[in-house]
């Protein structure tokens, strides 16, 4: 199907709150996305660039051709477009390993999920402020998941007739979701409308519990069951089900069943007892899964010996963090899993590792994090450079970045933190006689090494980054110098990096950059929430339309019951100014809560495995 407007223009906005507008022929982005410097770009930039670039092409398609008859089919643009992205960027750019940015999207997708209140692929809009809120990452990502995992279940060409067919029947038109499960029923030939509804009129997330049973002589049997995941405590409808496209892979054989019923069990194509087995080949169904405390064990030691997809390896690794959460795996488990993650060359799952290590450095009382700090810098690689290397492969590249950051930030690696802070000394003056970072540090290890230079020189060092901010138009580095902010754990810094946002130099569609991550670590996070509580009004005259209303969100990273009340004390009489700030709400208690009753179940497991630490002798 050829694309019908004639001509295609792609125009840079200064200032534009939202990513990128998909006009018919004219599509406006956020300068940051269009206007690359071929030699100070970042990775993550020129990915972020392609990915987005494609996702409003297809949206000439997506939207454009075929249009949603009502805002609660926005998933059918939103859900699609972002399908369609990892299709052209695996055409179009082989090198980004789209199926490893794709997996790791709908992993991310999953978290959001997992809440009681979770919204529904396909929810009812009857309001202005549900609008905004049908802009998240249940309609992008959990749509492109769920999309994907039929593709994947009927093939990718049976698939593509069935969304051909939809675009041919509706072209210029109006359609809603009952039209779209007929084309693909039509198009695929299966009868797959009550499998889609599950998915996309339900909200929430499967959870696939899978045991293995092995007789002598016999295939071996797998039982799966499925049940809603949530979080310990969370009171959630638990009467969901699902029909799921369930593909198990093991060292032995693959098996695909839709799993329709509570529960089901198949045989194995193979007599052999397999050594392990991945509830979700390829990564891609959506739903998480749990194993008993040995074949979890199995599984990461396949992960270890190199044994899985990378995809499979970032869901084991994504699974173990959620299962903190509904006690399906222990603290103790969860680190011991990290040790491997930690020494992975794919740069997500080191970025998996660093998230259960974040999760259980909040919830281990203070005195502890010492003992954390010593656990985490004896299970990283030793060999961390900080060096630019030429020629050096993204993701060899990525993986470097990210590893770099748990042992500068999270361990507190002092001999690292020593050759970071020169390094960072020498970039903060490259970029104030502005001059290229060339040989000093590349640009996405800018954050990481000069937050520990703002470390040591204090408030000069964050008003001499304040003024660069105040001097440089270019988006990406301006990005890369707000995250430095957010880095430094110190609170009287945060303090200042929090005033800035209202500052000129900063601009409207950067605050997030800075204030999401500053909460998201237990030092500096009371410091946001007063920074909200005291410059609410200006904050929210600062932000775009969409932003105002994840204000709440701010604050999803307490974790103590305590919180729940005071968050809501605040924000429940200024719902008011604040589009979709409800839903925000909600979901930040949720948040609260499924952190507070994860942290009394897991403390004692964390505790027990860092005072059993010893350090080895050097
Ligand atoms: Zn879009």
């Known amino acids: 199907i050829g694309y019908p407007f004639g001509k295609l223009d792609i125009i840079a906005v200064p200032e534009f709150g939202y990513g990128a507008m998909e006009n018919a022929g004219a599509i406006t982005f956020r300068d940051v996305l269009l206007l690359l410097d071929p030699a100070t770009t970042s990775i993550d930039v020129r990915r972020m660039s392609t990915s987005v670039i494609s996702h409003e092409l297809a949206h000439q398609w997506f939207g454009n051709i075929v249009t949603p008859a009502w805002w609660d089919d926005i998933w059918l643009n939103e859900a699609f477009a972002t399908w369609m992205e990892y299709h052209i960027v695996q055409q179009v750019r082989p090198d980004q390993a789209a199926d490893l940015q794709r997996a790791d999207q709908a992993l991310d997708a999953m978290e959001r999920d997992a809440l009681p209140s979770a919204r529904q692929i396909r929810q009812p809009i009857d309001t202005n402020d549900a609008i905004y809120g049908a802009f998240d990452g249940i309609t992008y990502a959990k749509g492109m998941a769920v999309l994907g995992m039929f593709e994947a279940y009927v093939g990718a060409d049976s698939f593509r007739k069935a969304i051909a067919l939809h675009l041919t029947k509706f072209r210029f038109g109006n359609a809603t979701a009952e039209d779209f499960f007929a084309s693909v029923s039509e198009g695929t030939g299966k009868e797959l409308t009550p499998a889609l509804r599950s998915f996309i009129e339900q909200n929430g997330l499967p959870q696939v519990e899978l045991s293995l049973a092995c007789a002598n002589k016999e295939s071996p049997k797998v039982t799966l069951r499925q049940s809603r995941f949530l979080p310990i405590l969370e009171a959630g409808d638990t009467k969901h089900h699902w029909q799921i496209p369930v593909c198990v892979r093991s060292d032995a054989s693959q098996a695909c069943w839709m799993l329709d019923r509570v529960d089901q ?26 194993l008993d405390a040995d074949a979890l064990r199995a599984l990461v030691t396949a992960a270890a010996d190199g044994k899985l997809a990378q995809t499979e390896t970032m869901a084991l690794a994504s699974n173990v963090r959620a299962g903190l959460y509904n006690g399906t795996v222990s603290a103790r488990a969860a680190l011991d899993a990290a040790t491997v993650f930690l020494r992975s060359n ?13 999760t259980i450095r909040e ?40 590893r770099a950051e748990i042992a500068i930030v999270l361990a507190r690696d002092q001999a690292l933190r020593t050759k970071a802070q020169k390094k960072g000394e020498l970039a903060l003056a490259a970029l104030e006689k502005g001059q290229p970072l060339g040989s000093v540090i590349s640009i996405d290890l800018l954050p990481t090494v000069l937050s520990t230079t703002l470390d040591v020189g204090g408030p000069q060092v964050h008003e001499r980054i304040a003024a660069l901010l105040g001097k440089t138009t270019d988006s990406a580095l301006r990005r890369y110098l707000l995250l430095t902010l957010a880095y430094s754990h110190d609170s009287g810094l945060a303090e200042k990096s929090a005033e800035l946002m209202l500052d000129p130099r900063v601009r409207s569609n950067e605050t997030r950059a800075v204030l999401f991550p500053l909460s998201h670590t237990r030092e500096t996070r009371p410091v946001v929430w007063r920074f909200v509580q005291t410059h609410f009004d200006d904050y929210i005259a600062k932000v775009s339309l969409l932003h105002q209303g994840l204000t709440p969100l701010l604050t999803a990273d307490f974790c103590t019951p305590e919180s729940v009340n005071e968050v809501e004390h605040f924000f429940v009489p200024k719902l008011d100014t604040m589009a979709g700030g409800a839903r925000s709400l909600l979901v930040a208690t949720e948040t609260i809560s499924a952190c507070a009753a994860m942290a009394n179940t897991q403390r004692d497991s964390a505790h027990g495995v860092l005072w059993g630490f010893k350090p080895p002798r050097t």
């Open 346 to 358: 794919n740069h997500q799952v080191v970025s998996f590792a660093r998230d259960i290590l974040v």
């Open 265 to 290: 069990t198949n045989a194995l194509h193979t007599k052999t007892c397999p050594k392990w087995v991945m509830p979700n080949a390829n990564a891609i169904g959506y739903y998480r899964f749990a």
């Open 363 to 402: 919830i281990i009382d203070a005195g502890m994090l010492g003992k954390f700090e010593m656990w985490t810098r004896t299970m990283l690689p030793a060999d961390i450079s900080l060096e630019v290397i030429a020629g050096e492969d993204d993701e060899r590249h990525l993986t470097r970045v990210i």
